[in-house]
T-cell receptor, first 115, second 118 residues
């Protein structure tokens, strides 16, 4: 079974600081990788995804993530955060399990951006 | 507008009083799933469905039931709620994947239903 580890559970940054959130997964086969964002009081929304091809993936709102297969990692980055980036971020991995793709989430990282 | 709709959004109930949380999607997705979100535990899958009349347990199915009689609807049933089922619940759907796989893994979420069981 796959698992997902997010290393930082609560991150506090000042506006304009750079962001990197760590995500590691454990699974030996082919996976697809995702980052979802949950703004306060809202549902989860897809931020970016990796299925195949270029391991550097660009998402919405200036976010990007790099898939490093040898390290089983999919870290999320943003060069300059804004107050509006305050949210909870979830890394997720899906892997084939019988007839469907089982999606497993990390426990989330709460990002607080201080103006 | 493509969306997943859950009802109710907020509910306070008492132990043992049966309740149903409805979920409906208008994207013609075959795959649907229920998650619960708890602080420090992230999202955990309760049940999923690969198609009409095809449902299976996720990681935390105890105390829940589901049904899938129509493609668009996937209600979550708590026959006898208990306080440990107090949580934030999300329904999600996904479009069909390649090579006969039921979903792509990319999920579209509903707004969430916050349930409190006293």
């Amino acid at each position: 079974a796959q698992s997902v580890s997010q290393h930082n559970h609560h991150v506090i940054l000042s506006e304009a600081a750079s962001l990197e959130l760590g995500c590691n997964y454990s699974y030996g086969g082919t996976v697809n990788l995702f980052w979802y964002v949950q703004y306060p009081g809202q549902h989860l929304q897809l931020l970016l995804k990796y299925f195949s091809g270029d391991p550097l993936v660009k998402g919405i709102k200036g976010f990007e993530a790099e898939f490093i297969k040898s390290k089983f990692s999919f870290n999320l980055r943003k060069p300059s955060v804004q107050w509006s980036d305050t949210a909870e971020y979830f890394c997720a991995v899906n892997a084939r399990s019988g007839g469907y793709q089982k999606v497993t989430f990390g426990i989330g990282t709460k990002l607080q951006v201080i103006p | 507008e493509a969306q997943v709709t859950q009802n109710p959004r907020y509910l306070i109930t008492v132990t043992g009083k049966k309740l149903t949380v409805t979920c409906s999607q208008n994207m013609n997705h075959e795959y649907m799933s229920w998650y619960r979100q708890d602080p420090g535990l992230g999202l955990r899958q309760i049940y999923y469905s690969m198609n009409v009349e095809v449902t299976d347990k996720g990681d935390v199915p105890e105390g829940y039931k589901v049904s899938r009689k129509e493609k668009r609807n996937f209600p979550l049933i708590l026959e006898s709620p208990s306080p440990n089922q107090t949580s934030l619940y999300f329904c999600a759907s996904s479009q069909k994947g390649l090579a006969g796989v039921a979903n792509t893994g990319e999920l579209f979420f509903g707004e969430g239903s916050r349930l409190t069981v006293l």
